[in-house]
């Protein structure tokens, strides 16, 4: 591939404190259009990985570059101002306001990023209608199955149409039904374009959706392959 990479990250570093690095000199390129999905063992610097891309921690040494941003010389302002506009993210327990309908909760990404009111209804309405989920609007979260939770915190994070998307264990919380519906949804958005990197220890979830899959391991690179084309 040519061009410069999505995401860049360059002899990235991580420690806490004392004891060993949780990422050691990692180096990571990812191209647009993938779908990266990173296994390991816990402690082998996985959620790390993703809290640097997203810029919700800085490294100790090297550099995160995102989308042409130097994310780790970003400030507070700066990184909440990324993340509403470049990146979407999706945790294992969906991070939903339960006090918020379906459609309060899709808009308030846009909201927060001061999208005109008509064009941000329309954009909800067309990724609820995308999803299969414009009929619970109205509804509140509580009342929704985890995986159709899962497709509104999914919509939530592309509100604002984000060049990456994130997702931490997106199947970890859910029932064997619920989890292929979710892998089935990624699988659907990288198809359409969307790049991807997700954290989990759902093999069939790598399996199924990644074009490529890399381990951790002490936070290392242990293993990196890319899947034969589907």
């Given at each position: 591939m040519?061009?410069?990479?999505?995401?860049?990250?360059?002899?990235?570093?991580?420690?806490?404190?004392?004891?060993?690095?949780?990422?050691?000199?990692?180096?990571?390129?990812v191209?647009?259009?993938?779908?990266?999905?990173?296994?390991?063992?816990?402690?082998?610097?996985?959620?790390?990985?993703?809290?640097?891309?997203?810029?919700?921690d800085?490294?100790?040494?090297?550099?995160?570059?995102?989308?042409?941003?130097?994310?780790?010389?970003?400030?507070?302002?700066?990184?909440?101002?990324?993340?509403?506009?470049?990146v979407?993210?999706?945790?294992?327990?969906?991070?939903l306001?339960?006090?918020?309908?379906?459609?309060?909760?899709?808009?308030?990404?846009a909201q927060l990023?001061?999208?005109?009111?008509?064009?941000?209804?329309?954009?909800?309405?067309?990724?609820?209608?995308?999803?299969?989920?414009?009929?619970?609007?109205?509804?509140?979260?509580?009342?929704?199955?985890?995986?159709e939770?899962?497709?509104?915190?999914?919509?939530?994070?592309?509100?604002?149409?984000p060049?990456?998307?994130?997702?931490?264990?997106?199947?970890?919380?859910?029932?064997?039904?619920?989890?292929?519906?979710?892998?089935?949804?990624?699988?659907?958005?990288?198809?359409?374009g969307?790049?991807?990197?997700?954290?989990?220890?759902?093999?069939?979830?790598?399996?199924?959706?990644?074009?490529?899959?890399?381990?951790?391991?002490?936070?290392?690179?242990?293993?990196?392959?890319?899947?034969?084309?589907?």
């Open positions: 040519t061009g410069n990479p999505l995401i860049d990250m360059h002899e990235v570093t991580k420690t806490y404190d004392t004891g060993p690095p949780v990422l050691a000199g990692l180096t990571l390129r191209e647009a259009g993938e779908a990266l999905a990173v296994l390991g063992p816990s402690g082998s610097g996985k959620s790390t990985l993703l809290n640097l891309i997203a810029g919700l800085r490294p100790s040494a090297g550099s995160v570059t995102v989308d042409g941003v130097r994310v780790d010389e970003l400030t507070e302002t700066a990184s909440a101002k990324y993340r509403r506009s470049r979407g993210m999706v945790f294992q327990f969906f991070n306001l339960d006090d918020l309908t379906v459609l309060d909760n899709v808009l308030l990404p990023a001061g999208m005109p009111s008509t064009e941000a209804a329309a954009r909800a309405a067309e990724l609820l209608a995308h999803l299969g989920i414009d009929r619970h609007t109205r509804a509140h979260p509580g009342r929704l199955s985890g995986g939770r899962q497709r509104v915190a999914v919509a939530r994070a592309l509100m604002n149409r060049r990456l998307l994130l997702a931490d264990e997106p199947t970890g919380a859910l029932d064997n039904v619920s989890g292929e519906d979710v892998r089935d949804l990624l699988r659907r958005l990288n198809a359409d969307q790049t991807i990197v997700l954290v989990t220890h759902d093999l069939a979830l790598a399996e199924s959706c990644a074009t490529r899959t890399i381990e951790l391991v002490d936070g290392r690179i242990a293993r990196d392959v890319r899947a034969v084309a589907r």
